[in-house]
Nanobody, 130 residues
Framework: QVRLEESGGGSVSAGGSLSLSCVAK????????LAWFRHYPGNRREAIAT????????????RYRDSVKGRFTISHDGAQEMIYLHMNNLKPEDTANYVC???????????????????WGRGTQVTVSS
């Protein structure tokens, strides 16, 4: 079982940037789909980005939600077992609790579908003020 722990959230003004980190513990991320989601009050969840890794390097094109394309970048450091989300040009509507996730559906292609991920962190809060 992979344990995921996020960090890097905070408060920024619109147009600012933040970088989130997620460390994986307990198991290697060998042939996993890695993703970032954001959770809103009322239990609503939104997939943001996903990337596929063979444990050492990414081996497929990352996928992004349309609303964050060109602003957010997901990446993975296999040596450090880290997942990153770099966020630029942040908007007030980006305010949410950001959660990293890992799923074993590597061979079927990584998708922006929360039902496919079975390892979740607790999240880190991002607040963007106008």
């Amino acid at each position: 079982q992979v344990r995921l722990e996020e960090s890097g959230g905070g408060s920024v003004s619109a147009g600012g940037s933040l970088s989130l980190s997620c460390v994986a513990k307990g198991s290697s991320l060998w042939r996993y789909c890695l993703a970032w989601f954001r959770h809103y009050p009322g239990n609503r969840r939104e997939a943001i980005a996903t990337i596929r890794t063979d444990g050492i390097r990414t081996d497929d094109t990352p996928r992004y939600r349309d609303s964050v394309k060109g602003r957010f970048t997901i990446s993975h450091d296999g040596a450090q077992e880290m997942i990153y989300l770099h966020m630029n040009n942040l908007k007030p509507e980006d305010t949410a609790n950001y959660v990293c996730a890992a799923g074993v559906h590597y061979y079927s292609g990584c998708r922006l579908d929360g039902t496919l991920y079975d390892n979740w962190g607790r999240g880190t809060q991002v607040t963007v003020s106008s």
